[in-house]
Nanobody
């Protein structure tokens, strides 16, 4: 199992920036991709960004050009740099590790609140 610990959430004004971190431990050799998801109140959890083990990335249309996912393999950590934040970005953000066959390990989540 992969254990994930997120940090970096908080309260920020619209237009501001935050950087989320997700530190992985455990069976990290099984990780195919690292994802950031978010879930706003009353809404379904949605994929925000994905970083494949080969280095490719994918972003939801709503965050393209504003968010950047990156990873530091030496630290087993993936980051989500969030710029130009909007109130609609308010959500609990979750880090997830895809370990194949549709399996995911999840972090505990970190709250991001963007005030208008």
């Amino acid at each position: 199992q992969v254990r994930l610990v997120e940090s970096g959430g908080g309260l920020v004004q619209a237009g501001g920036s935050l950087r989320l971190s997700c530190a992985a431990s455990g069976t990290i050799f099984r990780i195919n991709a690292m994802d950031w998801y978010r879930q706003a109140p009353g809404k379904q959890r949605e994929l925000v960004a994905r970083c494949f083990s080969g280095g490719g990335t994918h972003y939801a249309d709503s965050v393209k050009g504003r968010f950047t996912i990156s990873r530091d393999n030496a630290k087993n950590t993936v980051y989500l740099q969030m710029n130009s934040l909007k109130p609609e970005d308010t959500a609990v953000y979750y880090c997830a590790a895809a370990t194949g066959s549709g399996n995911y390990d999840w972090g505990q989540g970190t709250q991001v609140t963007v005030s208008s």
